[in-house]
């Protein structure tokens, strides 16, 4: 009998015993059960949305790590034309064990990072951001922007890599909604009539403990929808119920779609291994790569959760100065945005925009036992 045997291979993304264990409370999330949700998001909830892409966690390492501009060359060479159709690219990143989301927008040319511990991924997340442009854009010639996002925080040591899926998964239902928002909106004013929008629950104002067991009760079931932020009148992205049949249509993309657990790192030729081992990069040629325009560097906005504006010294004329670059920066932010067709508080995510952690867990767990009895009955007929 295997030691670590598989209990659900779904598409391309196998999700072993210690994978599942890992959603257990208090568990590390691994590598596999990121694969495995970006996978499920990716054929199922979004598989008609081709504007988000959720890289897999063995290309974004390999990414990530990159010795030179000629390995991160060739893995653009292989993936340009699966890279090229996305205006979003979710990546979540792994540094001496802990997770954190770099979210990559083409409208702005901007990538935004999510760090549920802080500033513990940042400087990492800002030299792999290099790397990744060369990937994502290799016919751009001019820097790019990075802003590390205030980003709702984790009080324990091993709920990082949930984070990564809630933020991920919030930001991607927001984006595809927004889309969907403009081209209804287009098309009324072109004189046709809009498609109609499904009708979002509001949240009713409550405690903190009638909130949390509202919460929790909704997430208990993976069809459920997912809370609307206030903020937004978008309405959500449905849910797409789990099919009863093993038929292999109802799963499969689109063609021509990317999907997450294409793009992982047998591609490469080689197994991954080491996500939890430290890692110390080495960034040999780091001339090669494209600089970070300074006017959103930093650029998070209050104390704690991630945000750090860069203060320039001490005393009144530095202060001046570092007014003068927050309002430039928030200036050209903001004409970004505009320009994109976002929200200028498009890219914050509160921790009311999210599920709770343990709930969160609780959801994937149940997905993973139903496909797995999807599957045997499958099987059976």
């Known amino acids: 009998m295997a030691v670590d045997p598989v209990v659900l291979d779904y598409e391309n993304a196998e999700v072993r015993r210690s994978d599942y264990e890992s959603l257990k409370p208090e568990g590390w999330l691994t590598g596999e059960i990121i694969n495995f ?16 892409l959720f890289l897999g966690t063995y290309t974004a390492y390999r990414i990530s ?18 890279l090229k159709q996305h205006q979003v690219i979710l990546i979540p990143l792994n540094h001496r064990s802990h997770w954190s989301l770099l979210v990559y927008c083409r409208l702005t040319r901007t990538f935004y990072h999510y760090d549920s511990i802080s500033r513990h991924n940042r400087d990492f997340a800002e030299r792999a951001a290099g790397r990744f442009l060369r990937v994502l854009e290799p016919r751009v010639k001019e820097g790019f922007y990075f802003k590390s996002m205030q980003t709702p925080q984790q009080n324990n040591d091993y ?6 899926l809630a933020i991920a998964e919030e930001l991607a239902r927001r984006f595809i909604n927004n889309k969907r928002k403009k081209s209804s909106t287009s098309r009324a004013r072109a004189g046709r009539a809009p498609e109609p929008a499904h009708h979002a629950k509001t949240m009713k104002p409550s405690d903190a403990a009638a909130h949390h067991a509202e919460r929790c009760r909704e997430s208990h079931h993976h069809d459920s929808r997912q809370e609307q932020r206030r903020t937004h009148s978008v309405p959500p992205v449905a849910r797409t119920p789990l099919p009863h049949t093993g038929s292999s249509a109802a799963a499969a993309p689109p063609p021509g779609r990317a999907v997450a657990s294409d793009l992982l790192m047998p591609r490469f030729g080689r197994p991954f291994a080491g996500f939890y081992s430290p890692f110390t990069p080495s960034y040999h040629h780091p001339s090669e790569f494209l600089p970070i325009e300074p006017l959103l560097k930093g650029g998070g906005s209050g104390s704690g959760g991630g945000g750090d504006e860069e203060l320039v010294g001490g005393g009144s004329s530095a202060g001046a100065a570092a007014a003068r670059s927050r309002e430039e920066r928030q200036r050209m932010e903001e004409a970004m945005m505009d320009r994109a067709g976002l929200p200028r508080d498009f ?3 509160t921790v009311e925009d999210i599920e709770y952690p343990h709930c969160m867990r609780r959801r994937i767990r149940s997905l993973v036992a139903d496909l797995q009895r999807q599957q045997a009955r499958v099987r059976a007929h």
């Open 37 to 52: 949700y970006w996978t499920y998001l990716e054929r199922r909830e979004f598989r008609q949305e081709p504007a988000v």
């Open 65 to 82: 790590n990159a010795e030179s501009a000629a390995v991160t060359d060739s893995i653009s060479a292989q993936l340009s034309d699966e």
């Open 159 to 164: 709920d990082c890599g949930i984070y990564v």
């Open 347 to 349: 890219w914050l995510v």
